[in-house]
């Protein structure tokens, strides 16, 4: 059974960064695809970013292109959201997740096996 804990999350003003991490307890973990999702209150839970394992494969939301990257540290079981210029509408809580099944859409969240207990990110105007 994986586990995830992200951590990282905070209260900032518009135009600052966050970096948020996700770590993991599996074994194979490595073989995972693993990805950020979010969920604004009144709102669905949206996808953010995604990685493949061979990290040649990056997926983004187009509200965060530019702004976001994802990356990946198999050797210390670790999922990295970098978050910059961050805008009042990126406020929401943050959850990771992985998925053992390599063939799935990355941006749908039906696809993912574990998730995360979540991180309030809050970006005041």
């Known amino acids: 059974q994986e586990q995830l804990v992200e951590s990282g999350g905070g209260l900032v003003q518009a135009g600052s960064s966050l970096r948020l991490s996700c770590a993991a307890s599996g074994r194979t973990f490595s073989s995972y695809i693993l990805g950020w999702f979010r969920q604004a209150p009144g709102k669905e839970r949206e996808f953010v970013a995604a990685i493949r394992w061979s990290r040649l494969s990056t997926y983004y939301a187009d509200s965060v292109k530019g702004r976001f990257t994802i990356s990946r540290d198999d050797a210390k079981k670790t999922v990295t959201l970098q978050m910059n210029s961050l805008k009042p509408e990126d406020t929401a809580v943050y959850y990771c997740?992985?998925?053992?099944?390599?063939?799935?859409?990355?941006?749908?969240?039906?696809?993912?096996?574990?998730w995360g207990q979540g991180t309030q990110v809050t970006v005041s105007s």
């Open positions: 997740a992985a998925a053992r099944n390599p063939s799935i859409a990355p941006m749908t969240p039906n696809g993912y096996d574990y």
